[in-house]
């Protein structure tokens, strides 16, 4: 039996336990839409469901098997366990990542990154990697030093975002990638290395967005990515695109491909808001869209900035 579930923003299989467990701790409703061997129901018409109420403690919870995050934001409140590392993204739309250490475990961040720590956790910064890698995760808008913080015993050590948004885990095997915005990396377990990663194409280098430099996060180990405001990530075919505002990409497999398309007509152009160029993501692969951007943000909130600034005759004082 085929069992599938619209769960957090997306379509996605789960085992007859895992849809039990999860309507069990509140994750799923009865009007949450189901779908068995392909015909829709409701998960309300499964015989012996039972719904509890939404799960809000910071009691560990055995991991369903499904997305940690969507549109509707990460699981939160819930301790995650890894190969890696263990964590808990709590904090609603300003969210933080508390990361659980063991004696020898650690947790590598940019440069003052870290908001606490508990327990006994030496923090060592150093320019990982050597001057040209270091170099190039400058110019990929991180850091020149990153620092890490390892711990001796049992200890906490939390990373918050800079802004409201989202915190997005990827667990990486080795050799496997993320392609992600500039100054999307928030803190990540030791194997985990940054480098860049070029625009291909000019225009989408120049119009998409992103510039023509973004972050590549390579495994293996656990990163943990800040976005702005909420996210939505879709799985591509070969060929299927999704087209979006630019500097609306978080992150993208390295299959997917990005370019950028001119908006058709003129008074599209000039009065439909959305700006010159259009960014086109293309699979195979999975690419997450951010509902904010910094630029964005700042775009909006410049004119009132100005207005409160005393100005004279000449000008701005």
């Keep these: 039996m085929n069992i599938e579930i619209e769960y957090q923003g997306r379509r996605q299989s789960v085992t007859l336990a895992e849809l039990f467990q999860l309507a069990a701790d509140g994750e799923l409703q009865p009007s949450s839409r189901l779908w068995i061997d392909g015909k829709e129901t409701n998960c309300g018409n499964v015989k012996g469901i039972v719904f509890g109420a939404p799960q809000t403690s910071t009691v560990p919870v055995p991991n369903a098997g499904v997305a940690t995050y ?35 475990q650690a947790t590598v961040s ?61 667990v990486l095997a080795a050799g496997e990638s993320a392609i992600c915005q500039r100054g999307a990396f928030l803190a990540s377990s030791p194997g985990v290395e940054l480098s860049i990663f070029w625009q291909k194409k000019i225009g989408a280098g120049l119009f998409g967005g992103d510039g023509f430099i973004m972050q590549r996060a390579t495994g293996p180990g656990v990163v943990f990515l800040e976005l702005d405001g909420a996210a939505f990530e879709y ?29 058709k007509g003129v ?32 775009s909006k909130l410049a004119p009132l900035i100005y207005r409160l600034i005393p100005h004279d005759s000449n000008g701005p004082r």
């Excluded at 606490?116 to 060592?124: L, V």
């Excluded at 799985?235 to 978080?250: M, S």
């Excluded at 000039?270 to 960014?279: A, I, Q």
Aim: glycine share 14%; proline share 6%; net charge neutral.
């Design 70 to 104: 969507s549109s509707t934001g990460p699981q939160q409140n819930r301790r995650v366990s890894t190969p890696f590392l263990d964590y808990l993204i709590a904090g609603g739309s300003t969210p933080y990542v508390m990361c659980y250490l063991n004696a020898g």
């Design 267 to 298: 008074k599209n152009i000039l009065f439909g808001g959305e700006g010159l160029f259009n960014t086109i993501v293309t699979g195979p692969g999975k690419v997450t869209l951010q509902s904010m951007s910094l630029f964005g943000t700042a």
């Design 110 to 170: 940019p440069s003052g990154g870290r908001v606490w720590m508990k327990g006994m956790i030496e923090t060592q910064t150093n320019a990982t990697g050597g001057f040209l890698k270091s170099l190039g995760r400058m110019v990929a808008g991180e850091t020149f030093f990153l620092s890490r913080y390892v711990a001796s015993g049992p200890a906490e050590i939390a990373f918050a975002t800079k802004m409201p948004g989202m915190i997005v885990p990827r």
């Design 235 to 263: 799985d591509l075919a070969a060929g299927e695109q999704v087209i979006c505002d630019t500097g609306a990409v978080a992150w993208m497999d390295p299959s997917c491909s990005l370019d950028i398309q001119m908006v």
